[in-house]
């Protein structure tokens, strides 16, 4: 089926690090969202936008929905042990008649304390 | 605040045995979604209700299984006749019908068939 690109696969970082992570597609979406699952878990959403160039922060999370409506991005500011988990990026195309969601492979975020 | 839960959290089984999973959405939302997901992949699609219709299905979803949503409120997913294939974390989200593409999951159940 088809998947957005989403980078980086992982990343290893210190704590107190900012984390950069995003997702691209070719095709046009009207709505991206972020989510973050533990393992054993399910996802659990961080962040929604539904407008082209909406920049939308939900504490030390930041992400924005970019302008061209085929990307989307996530930063984490002075990361803590606690944002170890799987980020997924997910989206909405513009021409979809449904609510089927489209999902990234995930980032995989490992934090050393 | 109730959110999505699902039930039995995990579930292991013998090949060939059938499977019921149980997810109970928010109350207020009248949209429900299964997925499932493998490791290392995102969750995939199976089949998504609104209210008691069910309105879409994945080709992934094979005659064995099935899902329900009787009242418009829990659904069930069967699976019969499990294969070893079928091993997967099986995600319930549901989401509000206002026009919001939201998604709430609840914690999954584990399937493992031996």
């Known amino acids: 089926g088809q998947q957005l690109n989403q980078s980086p696969q992982s990343m290893f970082i210190q704590e107190g690090e900012d984390v950069s992570m995003n997702c691209t597609s070719s095709?046009?979406?009207?709505?991206w969202l972020w989510y973050k699952q533990d393992p054993g878990e399910g996802p659990v959403l961080l962040i929604a936008l539904y407008k082209a160039g909406e920049l939308t922060s939900n504490g030390r999370l930041t992400a924005q929905f970019g302008i061209t409506r085929k990307d989307s991005f996530l930063n984490i500011s002075a990361s803590i042990p606690s944002d170890v988990g799987i980020y997924f990026c997910a989206g909405q195309l513009l021409a979809g008649n449904n609510r089927k969601l489209i999902w990234g492979l995930g980032t995989s975020l490992a934090v050393n304390p | 605040d109730t959110g999505v839960s699902q039930d039995p959290r995990h579930k292991i089984t013998k090949r060939g045995q059938n499977v019921t999973f149980r997810c109970d959405p928010i109350?207020?939302?009248?949209?429900l979604y299964w997925y499932r997901q493998t490791l290392g992949q995102g969750p995939e699609f199976l089949t998504y209700f609104q209210n008691e219709a069910q309105l879409e299905k994945s080709r992934l979803l094979s005659d064995r299984f099935s899902a329900e949503r009787p009242k418009g409120s829990f659904s069930t997913l069967e699976i019969q006749r499990t294969e070893q294939g079928d091993s997967a974390m099986y995600l319930c989200a549901s989401s509000f019908g206002g026009g919001g593409y939201e998604q709430f999951f609840g914690p999954g159940t584990r399937l493992t068939v031996l």
């Open positions: 095709s046009i979406f009207n709505t």
């Open positions: 109350s207020e939302h009248n949209r």
